[in-house]
């Protein structure tokens, strides 16, 4: 049985909830999801410039979790960029960080 996945922590929702190119592409209209906690990944490190290791502490992973869903979200985001594909980004296994008054918001797959 496999070990039971750890949260990561995000620090807000989206602003927008997907990407859809101007055209359709010959080849029809298809989509790929990102995970809220993929899109965490790549606002800490290529947005916000901070280093594997100091964003892994934010999102409460460790360095090698942290650059796995990096990889994983920079490869979404490059088929849907290349592919003319939408780019929907939701779901995924996050948690927000505790309040001081220590309240809880939980993230899961699926629609918020």
């Given at each position: 049985?496999?070990?039971?996945?750890?949260?990561?922590?995000?620090?807000?929702?989206?602003?927008?909830?997907?990407?859809?190119?101007?055209?359709?592409?010959?080849?029809?209209?298809?989509?790929?999801?990102?995970?809220?906690?993929?899109?965490e990944a790549?606002?800490?490190?290529?947005?916000?410039?901070?280093?594997?290791?100091?964003?892994?502490?934010?999102?409460?992973?460790?360095?090698?979790?942290?650059?796995?869903?990096?990889?994983?979200?920079?490869?979404?985001?490059?088929?849907?960029?290349?592919?003319?594909?939408?780019?929907?980004?939701?779901?995924?296994?996050?948690?927000?960080?505790?309040?001081?008054?220590?309240?809880?918001?939980?993230?899961?797959?699926?629609?918020f």
């Amino acid at each position: 049985m496999p070990r039971p996945r750890k949260p990561r922590f995000v620090q807000g929702r989206p602003i927008v909830e997907a990407f859809i190119p101007n055209k359709v592409p010959p080849w029809g209209k298809n989509e790929v999801v990102l995970p809220i906690e993929g899109l965490e990944a790549i606002k800490l490190k290529d947005f916000q410039g901070l280093d594997q290791e100091t964003a892994a502490k934010i999102m409460n992973v460790s360095r090698q979790t942290f650059g796995r869903v990096l990889a994983e979200a920079r490869a979404i985001v490059a088929d849907a960029l290349v592919m003319g594909k939408i780019l929907r980004i939701e779901g995924g296994h996050f948690d927000m960080p505790p309040r001081a008054r220590g309240r809880r918001r939980h993230g899961w797959s699926g629609k918020f």
